[in-house]
């Protein structure tokens, strides 16, 4: 679902990777569309392979996504600068058994902003298609 879609820490929202180079990932800011080098020593995260902590396991980070989506029937989910306990209560309302020791407001923020990002650039729609035709 999010093949290609990286964040990358001490930058801001998500980049697509573009290409390789020698040295670095060439990414494309997901906010402002500039491109930009990523090195080795950045640490890189693919969102395909990030995931959320329940009662019972790891949810991954697409699943919550598509309960996002199917909550919100497609729009923005809850702005990521809401309070606490708005954040709280919405992601209990998309994933009730999420461990709340170990899912902190800032882990909050971030899922609601990367959804609300990739809802503006479209990538949410272009995913479930993709989905639907490896499947048949």
Known sequence: MLKGILAISGYPG???MVSNSKNAIIVESLIDK???PAYASSKISALEDIAIFTDEGDVPLTDVFVSIKEKENG???ISHKASGNDLK???G???PN?????V???DMKKIFQWYN???ENGLLEDAKAKEENTEE
């Open 75 to 77: 729009e923005k989910a």
């Open 89 to 91: 209560a919405y992601m």
């Open 34 to 36: 500039k491109r930009m």
């Open 93 to 95: 309302a998309i994933l």
């Open 104 to 106: 902190y407001v800032s």
């Open 14 to 16: 998500l980049f697509k």
């Open 98 to 102: 999420y461990d709340e020791d170990r």
């Open 117 to 119: 990002l990739l809802q």
